[in-house]
């Protein structure tokens, strides 16, 4: 529809607090940034459902700040919290990009297995890769690199279970945690592990799929 439109809204005062950015493509991913200064628009390019281009605004006037793609066979995108920086990730393997000016940061990283989530540090310098076996019923994994060059910066963290499905970082960014999803309702585990050195601090144990878990914001 060539009359659609985004705008952001207070959602106290339920007033806009932002001017009206037409959209005449199927939004897939919206972000605003941790300081509310940006918005990042992510929309299905075209009819092409893989196919994914990534418009980036000032968020209270709507000013065009760049744009990226479009990106082909993109399994996601994920902004880091200022909406600075934005991972693309394909099948396997994953490339970070410049917002402001739309530059890739480093070549794409290529792992062993499917990519299916990034989640950023909170102070931006770091990234994790949530990485499943999928059908080879092999081990999971979760890769932490350094956000400036895209070099993994902890051993990797392993998982038992061969499909994951979140893993996120602690609002002090100090601990990650990651759960399975599990279809023969047998006692698996998410794990919590140690940022900075990829120790394994805690395995939890669940029956059925946990789809989501998350930090407290004190990480307690």
Known sequence: ???SALQ???AKFWQP???SIPSTN???KTALSRDEQRLLVATQNGADTNSVIVHVYEA???????VLGPFEQVKGVWPDKGCMRLAVGQETSVQLWDLTTAKPLWA???YSNQLDLVDFSPDGKQFLAMCSSGVNFGRSQVHIAATATGRETARVLDHPWPILTCAAYSADGRLIVAACRDWK???REARVWDAASGQLLAPLKHKDGVEQAVFSLDGH
């Open 108 to 110: 794409p990283i290529v």
């Open 60 to 66: 209270g006037d709507g000013h065009l700040i760049s």
């Open 17 to 19: 607090v932002s001017a």
């Open 185 to 187: 309702f047998e006692e």
């Open 1 to 3: 529809d060539a009359s």
């Open 26 to 28: 199927q939004v897939v």
């Open 8 to 10: 952001i809204w207070n």
